[in-house]
């Protein structure tokens, strides 16, 4: 029999860059959580490992989720396969870990499908393979990450918030963004111990958020920009980029007032998704 898995977004609340690591990737501080906004996986047993997907030019050797049931399966020597149906609901390259998401619930998933018995500390260092935001999308629920993203300390759950998530239809290169990241916009991820602390004692209107690819993003897509007024007209506070675009995010005190902003930015031609945190682990 088979199975079925969501695949949750994830959140930067802060994103702060500290420097650029010896082996090439950048030092990181971010508070991230959890959204309830999801894909859905369907996982059933077959004599090789495929993958099909609601939106078919995913599917390939380069889909993350396919590299996660080949990583899984050559970890564990095991002799089968599976058929890994995707329902997509994460906006792709978004910001918001779609395909990190689904890689994550595919670990998840064949662990228990293939009955391979993995414990959580092996499924995270092929988590670590994958990405850097697979580890945080394994876990779910609210961690500060550090390192490359991989090192996670858990966190209790966000208080309930309104989120409203938009996305105006342009495409943003991740690895130019933070090619064109200058030192001076490295931080030292205060904000994100800041606000580890503060979010259960404040208002998300006061929380101290911070996203140090945001300015680098701005200069280069200004639509981005746009995003953000719209949502700060609309009455969002605080907004801010999701990672490194070009999704922008921003918190409403009432569902209605978040679905009366998500109609606004619809009428721009932009993609627009009411959610919120979600207490989530596997």
Same mark, same amino acid.
């Given at each position: 029999?088979?199975?079925?898995? @969501? ?9 702060? #860059? ?42 390939? @050797? ?71 935001? #697979?580890?945080?999308?394994? =876990? ?15 966190? @209790? ?10 996305? @105006?239809?342009?495409?943003?290169? &991740? =690895? ?22 503060? =979010? ?36 969002? *506070?605080? #907004? ?6 070009? &999704? ?5 005190? &009432? *569902? ?5 902003? *998500? ?10 998704? #009411? ?8």
């Amino acid at each position: 029999m088979g199975l079925s898995i @969501p695949a949750y977004a994830k959140l930067n609340l802060t994103l702060e #860059v500290l420097g650029k690591r010896p082996d090439g990737y950048h030092e990181l501080r971010s508070l991230m959580c959890s959204l309830a906004l999801h894909d859905t996986l369907r996982l059933e047993p077959a004599a090789a490992i495929e993958v099909r997907c609601s939106l078919p030019e995913l599917v390939g @050797p380069g889909n993350l989720a396919h590299r996660a049931a080949l990583l899984l399966r050559a970890a564990t020597n095991y002799s089968g396969g599976a058929t890994i149906n995707i329902e997509k609901r994460i906006p792709v390259a978004a910001g918001l870990g779609g395909g990190s998401s689904d890689a994550a619930a595919t670990l998840i998933g064949l662990n228990r499908l293939w009955d391979t018995g993995l414990p959580g500390e092996a499924l995270q260092d092929l988590a670590a393979q994958l990405g850097s935001d #697979v580890p945080f999308c394994l =876990a779910g629920g609210t961690a500060l990450a550090s390192g490359r993203g991989e090192i996670l300390r858990p966190l @209790p759950p966000l208080p309930p918030a309104i989120i409203l998530l938009v996305r @105006p239809p342009i495409q943003v290169s &991740t =690895a130019s963004v933070y090619a064109a990241l200058t030192p001076d916009g490295y931080g030292d991820g205060a904000a994100s111990e800041r606000l580890a602390t503060l =979010a259960y004692a404040t208002p998300p209107v006061d929380w101290p958020l911070v996203n140090a690819l945001q300015p680098v993003t701005l200069r280069a897509y200004p639509l981005v920009g746009e995003v953000l007024e719209l949502l700060r007209e609309l009455g969002a *506070a605080p #907004v801010l980029m999701c990672g490194s675009g070009p &999704t922008c995010f921003g918190f409403f005190d &009432t *569902a209605e007032e978040a679905e009366r902003g *998500a109609r606004a930015a619809r009428d721009r031609g932009w993609e627009a998704w #009411v959610t919120g945190p979600i207490d989530w682990q596997p």
